[in-house]
């Protein structure tokens, strides 16, 4: 009897570290984590990413020159294919638009960081975009 006690134990401690493993790699890691940089010597605007299926655009506080911006989105709204804009507004109020994702669906995760380059005299950024994408 101790022993069917014992190997009973140790399959539902297995089962519960599988199932915390699982969870940790599948629940938290779906979605997008976006880093901003910016290497510029001025302020970046109001950034906004937007995609299909979303529920209203996700906006990116102004970045202060060298600064950092972190958000992590996880678009479980979607279906079918979609892909990922970033925009902003220049200095005369014209929006400028950059793809920051070209492709995704649901069950697609990964990292992007967005590097704002230069601004000119305008606003206009020259952004730089990497990109480690995944899927299940």
Not at 4 to 31: H, M, N, P, R, T
């Amino acid at each position: 009897m101790k022993k069917y006690v014992a190997i009973a134990s140790i399959i539902s401690v297995v089962g519960l570290a599988l199932a915390i493993g699982f969870k940790e790699v599948y629940f938290d890691s779906e979605g997008f984590d976006f880093t901003f940089k910016n290497q510029t010597e001025y302020e970046t605007p109001e950034l906004f990413l937007s995609y299909k299926g979303s529920y209203g655009d996700i906006k990116i506080q102004p970045i202060s020159p060298g600064g950092n911006s972190h958000v992590h989105i996880n678009p479980l709204s979607i279906s079918g294919e979609s892909d990922m804009t970033l925009y902003y507004k220049d200095q005369k109020g014209q929006v400028h638009k950059e793809t920051a994702i070209g492709y995704f669906e649901k069950g697609y995760f990964g990292t992007i960081t967005v590097t704002a380059k230069s601004i000119d005299s305008t606003g206009k950024i020259d952004f730089e975009f990497t990109e480690k994408m995944f899927n299940f």
